[in-house]
């Protein structure tokens, strides 16, 4: 099966479509960066987790990061090696099962260490442990974001911290930034030399975590490579991570949705969809923002108003039974037709691992488009999977 990358004319159900090009073209970039600044980046589930997937990352990458049992299992299981794990919380029932699938482990707290530290070495001897640390800065707008804000419940302030830190920890795991620029990491680092800088002394690594958006076009790739490096010379002996979920995935596809109702009330005509926004595309409700709609042109309106002079305007409304289930508006080139395509761009990561069976919708299906042209379904949804769901 094949289809213009363009329309997907022919597509008459909705669809997550990777396109396997994008996708090597940002993984070519970023084991770029990890050869030029002599760090590992690793892969985070919780942005991208499209296991059929991972024997093309295998190509470029060595490790994955996991939050959870199920991500470090997926880890072990599915890439092939143990998870490097952070979880804000581990539980009795589940640190064994963690600790086996894993090779690093890091502690949100020091009674999370004090409670499980022994146990996990018990399980795995070869584990290396780490501490999260807050340096209290972030640059992240959005609150619902942003790990450093007053009160977080994530990472250990300098003013906490022992001294000497317990022999078997060997290492810093720190978070602060959301799809930011390198400029933003610059500053940001400053902040955790400034706070931690007297135990680097005392570790062997460093994962500065997510959020370093390294394959957007503005990026300035060469500012981060330099930080690193810079980095480098100041403490020649520690090993730096880097985790990014967004980079990997980032505009590497799209969600394919159909027009099946268009309505109008009080001056408003709304497109409705297949998908759902809440269901199949949460952050757009969450972040929030306005997704990029191919052939499309967003609409600066704060009173979502979708003129009736205008044939072309439309909201686009999803269809589960939550009201606010919409967004608007957008100019299209041409009038919606019950039956057309509507292409949301930039679909990939962390949407298709943060969808839900909300009012029991339809679930998108998830194709690959390979660089041979290949359409390959990696996986249609079924009504057991809801079921399963219930169950």
């Known amino acids: 099966m094949t289809f213009d990358l363009n329309t997907f004319e022919g597509l008459r159900t909705p669809y997550y479509i990777l396109e396997e090009k994008r996708l090597r073209g940002n993984l070519e970039l ?7 600044a002599n760090v590992e980046i690793i892969l985070a589930f919780k942005a991208y987790a499209l296991w059929k997937t ?5 190509e470029y990458i060595k490790a994955t990061t996991a939050s959870s049992l199920y991500e470090a299992r997926m880890a072990y299981e599915k890439f092939g090696t143990k998870a490097h794990t952070y979880s804000p919380a581990y539980t009795d029932y589940e640190i064994e099962d963690i600790s086996r699938c894993s090779s690093f482990l890091t502690f949100n707290s020091l009674s999370q260490y004090s409670r ?11 584990l290396n442990f780490g501490l999260r640390i807050n340096p209290e800065y972030s640059e992240i707008g ?3 974001y942003n790990p450093c804000s007053p009160g977080t419940r994530f990472g250990i302030t300098a003013d906490k911290m022992p001294e000497v830190l317990p022999d078997d920890i060997k290492g810093f795991h720190c978070h602060c930034h959301c799809e930011s620029g390198a400029d933003v990491f610059l500053r940001t680092l400053g902040h955790i030399e400034d706070k931690f800088s007297k135990w680097f002394g005392q570790i062997e690594w460093i994962n500065f975590g997510g959020g370093h958006l390294m394959t957007r076009k503005d990026y300035d790739v060469d500012l981060l490579i330099d930080t690193l490096n810079r980095f480098h010379d100041r403490y020649p002996l520690l090993k730096i991570i880097l985790e990014p979920g967004s980079a990997f995935g980032w505009q ?3 969600l ?25 595309m949460p952050d757009c409700l969450e972040m929030p923002y306005m997704p990029v709609v191919r052939g499309a042109e967003i609409i600066e309106d704060v009173n979502m108003k979708c003129s009736l002079d205008d044939d072309n305007v439309y909201r686009l409304g999803g269809n589960s039974c939550l009201s606010g289930d919409f967004m608007g508006c957008w100019r299209f080139h041409n009038e919606l037709k019950i039956g057309d395509n509507v292409i949301f761009e930039d679909m990939l990561h962390y949407t298709t691992v943060k969808t839900n069976m909300f009012n029991g919708i339809t679930h998108p299906s998830i194709a690959i488009m390979h660089t041979n042209g290949e359409f390959e379904i990696l996986r249609k949804f079924t009504y057991k999977d809801y079921l399963n769901r219930m169950d």
């Open 30 to 36: 970023i084991k770029s960066v990890a050869e030029k």
């Open 54 to 58: 991972f024997p093309i990352f295998r």
């Open 116 to 126: 499980y530290g022994k146990k996990a070495k018990e399980v795995n001897p070869d």
């Open 142 to 144: 959005t609150d619902l």
């Open 252 to 254: 590497t596809g799209c």
């Open 256 to 280: 394919v949705a159909q027009v099946v109702d268009l309505v109008e009330d009080k001056g408003i005509k709304t497109a409705i969809l297949n998908v759902s926004f809440t269901c199949h």
